[in-house]
């Protein structure tokens, strides 16, 4: 049974920091893509990052609005996908969620709120 358990948001003042992880079970993430996302009340679910594999060869995507401040990095020992955000902003504020996938299978997490405040 696959698990991917979110820990490490709360509140946090504008240009405050928080690491987001996730640890999985059942499945080993260094062998599939993963990334996070995030839903704001009132919108739809959007990509904030991920990574991806071709070949040998990992690839690392941000939407635009956390570049230079969200670095998507994982823990191959420790089996877990982390999420360091720095500068955060009220626009943050959402519920986010870790996710992994293949040709047959897409595994989500329960979520772990972030709320930003100005």
């Known amino acids: 049974q696959v698990q991917l358990v979110e820990s490490g948001g709360g509140l946090v003042q504008a240009g405050g920091s928080l690491r987001l992880s996730c640890a999985a079970s059942g499945i080993v993430l260094m062998d599939n893509a993963m990334g996070w996302y995030r839903q704001a009340p009132g919108k739809q679910r959007e990509l904030v990052a991920r990574i991806t594999r071709t070949g040998s060869t990992n690839y690392v995507n941000y939407v635009d609005s956390v570049k230079g401040r969200f670095t998507i990095s994982r823990d191959n020992a420790k089996n877990t996908l982390y999420l360091q955000m720095n500068v955060l902003k009220p626009e943050d504020t959402a519920v986010y969620y870790c996710?992994?996938?293949?040709?047959?299978?897409?595994?989500w997490g329960q979520g772990t709120q972030v709320t930003v405040s100005s």
């Open positions: 996710n992994t996938w293949g040709p047959r299978y897409d595994y």
